[in-house]
């Protein structure tokens, strides 16, 4: 698992860091200033993109404002510099700038004239601990194929999900714990209000996530709050939640505010009400940050023990009022048309610590998992948990999703991501968690600098078209792509983005998806 993250995370570093090989930028101009809500701002143009960068969304989450649900922007007199980005959140990660006063959010367009632009609202994935909008330039590809590209920065971590009781006293109309969400959801706000002034579409709005970002996108799509703020929603491996209520559980409100709670006292702070928060709130946000990196919070995950303090997504009450799985069973989820899916090796969260273990998690269908899984008895320990729990979290929670939508009656499409850069074959088994990204985003020169190659640079063009043609129509198809069928629960078939190009056809995994399908069926 170890060796899956620090794949992805060298990865974007790559990007961030754009070298030689990378396709030459020219040298950026000023852009029109745009007038907004809160004021005006100017970008930059470059290479075909107009770009505003770390305008404010919402006020800094600071001081009194610390756990409270994002506030209105302030305003401003003259123009604001929105050339570059605004500081991150507060994490762990030493790559980029931190602040707690961190919620801005980022607007690309191509360099025409054109209004009334489809947009897509990027929302970062990384175990809802840490997280960036700098880090790589996701964005520019996109928005040249004609689209306004959107990105946020958002709470993440005890600063993002944290529910000590006191709050809830202190603002019971406000929504408890689920700041992160919160904030995506101001975000989508301010997107309605303002995005027409950019040249987009406020009634063309697509959400789209990874991991634990695609988590983000199952809460929206699932949750009262969001509703009306987007008209289309894409999760690429999907997680915390996961669209399965036990694959990536949701923390119980009361279970949320212990672990607050305990983290208080682990400080030393063990008055209750306002004089807790008063504590709380005056502690360093580096403070709160320590012990959160991310690998520790994927071991604390996959041991069933959250960190101390970190909560992570909850059932509040409000955004989140029950698991995604039941609101998707009911219908009460938001009528948009969805793409999901997942790669073919993808995040593999769990322990265990031999065969039997491993498949004791399957109840009275072992023996039937072992047949699948593992046949010939040949398999090692680490290969049948890689394959088990990226069935479980994963793959077969993606089609579920897309069951549920396409039996309500509305567009759904699954896909798979097996396709494995060329410089990495041999390096790696499949495509691993988050390693779509660069393909997705079109951006594969920029990652894979000069080990990247023609088919490579194909695949992107490729899965990022699919990409934009569904935020355009809700439809991924068009041009000369081949045909990517809308998802039917009754026909076994799924697009594949292969090492040997894209092939529709059986899903290879039917049966052991089935299987898992009649576990989650049995523990209802």
């Known amino acids: 698992m170890q060796r899956i993250f620090r794949y992805f995370f060298a990865v974007l570093l790559a990007a961030a860091a754009i070298d030689g090989a990378a396709p030459a930028k020219s040298a950026p101009t000023k852009a029109p200033v745009v007038r907004i809500d809160s004021g005006q701002v100017r970008g930059l143009e470059a290479d075909g993109v107009i770009s505003f960068r770390g305008i404010p969304y919402a006020a800094p989450p600071v001081g009194k404002l610390r756990w409270r649900e994002p506030q209105p922007a302030e305003h401003w007199s003259g123009v604001h510099d929105a050339t570059k980005f605004g500081p991150e959140c507060m994490q762990t990660t030493d790559e980029v700038q931190k602040s707690e006063a961190c919620l801005t959010l980022n607007v690309l367009r191509p360099a025409t004239s054109a209004k009334q632009l489809p947009v897509m609202v990027w929302i970062f994935g990384g175990a809802n601990v840490r997280g960036q909008t700098s880090l790589y330039p996701q964005g520019d590809a996109l928005a040249r194929q004609g689209i306004i590209f959107v990105s946020m920065n958002f709470r993440v971590g005890r600063l ?35 995005i027409a002034a950019f040249g987009g579409n406020p009634k063309a709005v697509t959400i789209f996530g990874q991991s634990s970002g695609g988590g983000s996108v199952v809460a929206h799509l699932t949750s009262p709050l969001s509703r009306g703020l987007f008209q289309r929603a894409i999760m690429l491996s999907p997680g915390f939640p996961t669209p399965r209520a036990k694959a990536g559980p949701l923390t119980g409100l009361s279970d949320a505010e212990n672990t607050a709670v305990d983290y208080a006292r682990s400080l030393g702070i063990t008055a209750e009400g306002p004089e807790a928060l008063a504590a709380l709130r005056a502690l360093p946000a580096e403070k709160l940050v320590e012990g959160t990196d991310h690998e520790a919070e994927e071991a604390a995950l996959s041991a069933g023990k959250p960190l101390i303090g970190v909560a992570g997504p909850m059932l509040d009450g409000k955004f989140l009022v ?17 793409m999901i899916g997942a790669t073919d090796r993808d995040h593999a969260q769990g322990s265990a610590a031999s065969k039997d273990e491993l498949f004791a998690i399957f109840g009275a269908n072992a023996v039937q998992a072992r047949k699948l899984y593992d046949p010939n008895g040949d398999q090692t320990l680490d290969e049948l948990k890689q394959q088990v729990f990226c069935d479980k979290i994963h793959i077969e929670s993606a089609r579920y999703l897309a069951d549920e939508v396409a039996r309500a009656g509305r567009p759904a499409y699954l896909y798979r991501f097996s396709y494995v850069a060329e410089s990495e074959r041999g390096k790696v088994k499949g495509a691993l968690h988050s390693s779509e990204l660069p393909f997705v985003f079109d951006i594969p020169a920029e990652v894979f600098g000069d080990k990247v190659t023609g088919d490579d640079k194909k695949m992107a063009e490729l899965a990022s078209a699919y990409w934009v043609s569904f935020a355009k129509t809700g439809d991924p198809n068009g041009g000369n792509r081949p045909q990517w069928p809308r998802h039917d629960p009754a026909v076994d078939k799924l697009i594949d983005f292969t090492n040997n190009g894209v092939v529709v056809g059986p899903d290879l995994l039917k049966a052991r998806l089935d299987l898992w399908r009649k576990v989650w069926s049995q523990d209802r």
């Open 160 to 194: 993002g999900f944290f529910a000590h009781p006191a709050l809830l006293a202190e603002t019971p109309d406000e929504v408890h714990g689920n700041y992160g969400y919160m904030d995506q959801r101001s975000a989508l706000q301010w997107v309605q209000r303002n």
């Open 322 to 338: 029950e698991a995604p799985e039941i609101t998707l069973a009911a219908g009460r989820e938001a009528k948009v048309p969805v």
